[in-house]
């Protein structure tokens, strides 16, 4: 990146409901005085968690034109009609979970979607790099891009408000109302909450996010053998990861790469940790390869289960009560346990929370992390040498999928 004049933009994002950004100010006006080579481009938006004249000040040229752009830099889903022939694009697609839709008719607004995304992809020759699939070469395959802890982190307050909400108690201020995470470390960590016990999946960044504000609601982590087995008198908290709850068939051991080769080999046990829970909250990765947790016939058996926090947000995934996304504006909804159908929120049922933009609650926060780490982890490789996880995570390149996305061509046809 020395010598070679670059031009990276930042979008205005499509959504109305989205107000993240890729790179803040600060970050912007950082990387313009290190490198006299570069030079940002942001276009003008009223939605946007800082404003243009912010960005102007830190050096951006303000405009609406992305033809001179080398990169383009997004957060969400584009609008299809504005991409431009011939650019590379960075945004998260969420393109990588469509497998169980290949061959499949669907009326799914967010599938159709992203089938013409992908098609206008293809037609205009766009170099498109998905955030969600840039990752170390490592057995685990480590994100190195995401909001996935303030997803957590928002989640798992609006879900605590919910269990205030039903308890007809006083609901703390809504996290996007706040604006600030040291607000609500405050006013989280001055709740007070009895005798409840929740469950936790998932061991990345979105239930690191989650344990994060439980702690801080001095709500207390206990191992599984004692979530399993004691009863308490305080509010408690068990986290489990993906071996916790899936198990071989056959007995044999579990193993990470096992489950991705073979996943019908394998099924959930989850029920043994919900018979007792009164809170579910969801931090996990799942795939639609992967057994689901329960069915719905199997929630009459988790008497205690009145609220689930959907922070991964799979709809019909591997929770069955997640039938619909939620908005920031409206975050909840209930779901009756016999019809499986959506009632009236309140205490018949089980609540569920499962809003599926979360870190836009926290936008500048959240924003400021995702920079972070795209200048440390993703810029260097992108504009200067890559060590392979650019490439690894390239969706589209000179008009085809990349061999690793091939599925797609299945998908879009």
């Known amino acids: ?228 087995n004691k009863k308490y008198d305080e509010a408690v908290f068990c986290n489990i990861s993906t071996r916790e709850y899936i198990e071989r068939i056959d007995g044999k051991n579990f193993s990470y790469q096992d489950l991705f080769l073979n996943p019908h080999e394998y099924r959930s046990k989850i029920k043994n940790f919900l018979f007792d829970t009164d809170i579910l909250i969801c931090g996990h990765y799942w795939d639609s390869r992967f057994p689901k947790f329960f069915s719905s016939n199997q929630i009459n058996e988790f008497k205690n289960l009145k609220i689930i926090g959907d922070i991964t947000c799979d709809i019909k995934g591997a929770i069955p009560t997640t039938i619909r996304s939620t908005s920031i504006a409206k975050p909840y909804y209930s779901i009756d346990i016999n019809s499986m159908k959506e009632i009236n929120l309140g205490n018949k049922g089980i609540a569920v929370m499962a809003v599926d933009n979360l870190p836009s609650e926290l936008p500048r926060d959240s924003s400021e992390e995702f920079g972070d780490n795209l200048i440390s982890e993703v810029l260097p490789y992108l504009i200067d040498k890559d060590d392979g996880r650019i490439s690894r995570g390239t969706t589209a390149s000179n008009g085809k999928f990349c061999s690793k996305f091939a599925y797609l061509n299945d998908f879009i046809n």
């Open 1 to 228: 990146m020395k010598n070679k004049k670059i031009t990276l933009s930042i979008i205005k994002e499509a959504r109305i409901d989205e107000n993240r950004t890729p790179l803040v100010p600060s970050q912007t006006s950082n990387l313009l005085d290190k490198l006299s080579n570069l030079k940002i481009i942001v276009q003008p938006s009223k939605n946007r968690c800082f404003k243009d004249e912010d960005y102007l000040k830190a050096g951006a040229e303000i405009t609406d034109d992305l033809s001179n752009a080398d990169i383009i830099l997004g957060v969400k889903e584009v609008e299809i009609s504005k991409l431009i022939e011939n650019k590379t694009y960075l945004f998260f697609s969420h393109t990588s979970k469509v497998r169980q839709y290949i061959n499949k008719a669907t009326q799914d607004k967010a599938i159709i979607y992203k089938k013409e995304l992908l098609r206008e992809v293809i037609k205009k020759n766009v170099t498109l790099i998905d955030y969600e699939n840039i990752r170390s070469i490592s057995g685990e395959a480590y994100r190195y891009l995401g909001f996935g802890r303030f997803a957590g982190i928002a989640g798992c307050y609006n879900t605590l408000n919910l269990y205030l909400k039903l308890q007809n108690k006083r609901l703390l201020p809504r996290a996007f109302e706040i604006n600030s995470y040291e607000k609500i470390k405050e006013l989280i960590s001055n709740q007070t909450f009895n005798k409840l016990k929740i469950l936790q999946t998932g061991r990345g960044n979105v239930a690191k996010g989650s344990m994060e504000v439980l702690k801080l609601a001095n709500i207390k982590q206990i191992s599984i053998k004692d979530y399993l």
